[in-house]
């Protein structure tokens, strides 16, 4: 009896394990829902190299903007659930735009299906010198003596930039204005000329300015020190580690792929992520690697949807 079950055992895993070896037999799609050259495409770009590389058939980026990152995932929930066409995007898609936008063209948590966390960064509070405030602080204090007075930007409603900013507001108890702009460069360009007074960012896209003394850098959102800008502390040095926030990007497949196949990416994705050149790569961009398992990355998207989704819900932010 105990052979009879084990015989089929056996029988039963076969076809999963044949599956998985025979796996990708054409062509992978890798849809990044960011434009080219940003930080989400680097990634992708990246990672598609890798697997290409591993598994022997070509990984294609296909670059699908546009709603946060929502067209491109909507599509990839879309497809055929057969690990012919993966999702790289971002935290707004996995765990934010559903408690942000008051309707959506799929459900982030039953279409689609996480194979691997691809990598994290923090981002840094940075202020106009004209201010003089020279650390947090100051800042804090000054904030909530004047209520209302500063005003903050960011790169739109929803994004890592805005919602950092309105949990330090719910958690400090400060005042300031958001002034939404329609990307990065907008943002940077009126902080520089003094329209608005502060920002959280990504640590690459400030530091030179930093360093120029064009801006004045006061805290990382993370539980350490950035390698990037080793003298700006971090929040948890500063007594607020429940201000952690970091902007991510991750890798999804429809849901419904067949489990050998998502656990042949995410090994495969694993691997290739840790390689000390795409390591080097990504932290020139702010960014530390991650790369773990499929269960990893589905306790991580629970954690932050429900981290923001409680932000926004208090901040009242909503898109149409």
């Known amino acids: 009896m105990r052979m009879l079950k084990l015989l089929l055992l056996v029988a039963m895993a076969l076809p999963a394990v044949a599956l998985a070896q025979a796996y990708p037999a054409k062509p992978v799609k890798v849809v990044v829902t960011f434009p080219p050259g940003s930080t989400p495409d680097i990634v992708g770009r990246a990672l598609a190299t890798r697997l290409q590389e591993a598994l022997g058939q070509p990984f294609v980026v296909e670059n699908r903007a546009g709603a946060g990152g929502n067209i491109g995932a909507d599509a990839v929930a879309k497809a055929a659930p057969d690990g012919y066409t993966l999702l790289v995007s971002t935290n707004g898609v996995y765990s934010i735009n559903k408690s942000l936008y008051k309707s959506m063209p799929f459900d982030p948590d039953k279409d689609l299906a996480p194979v691997s966390l691809l990598a994290t960064a923090p981002q840094m509070l940075v202020v106009s010198p004209a201010l003089k405030l020279t650390d947090f602080k100051h800042f804090l204090d000054y904030t909530r003596s004047n209520p209302g007075k500063l005003s903050y930007g960011s790169v739109g409603a929803g994004s890592a930039s805005h919602l950092t900013m309105e949990l330090l507001k719910n958690d400090a108890g400060v005042s300031i204005v958001h002034i939404p702009y329609k990307g990065f460069p907008p943002a940077v360009t009126d902080m520089l000329g003094g ?25 990382v959102t993370a539980l350490k020190r950035s390698e990037l800008a080793p003298d700006v502390p971090s929040v948890a040095e500063l007594g607020y580690p429940q201000l952690e926030s970091l902007a991510w990007i991750g890798l999804g497949v429809p849901a419904g792929t067949p489990a050998p196949v998502i656990e042949r990416l995410s090994a495969e994705t694993t691997r290739g992520m840790r390689a000390p050149e795409v390591r080097n790569l990504l932290g020139k961009a702010g960014f530390d690697v991650v790369a773990g398992s499929p269960q990893e990355f589905a306790r991580w998207i629970r954690a932050e949807s429900q981290k923001w989704g409680r932000v926004i ?8």
């Open 195 to 219: 329209s608005i007074h502060a920002m959280f960012a990504i640590v690459p896209g400030v530091l030179p300015h930093v360093k120029a003394g064009k801006m004045t850098g006061l805290a």
């Open 313 to 320: 819900k208090a901040s009242g932010a909503a898109v149409d």
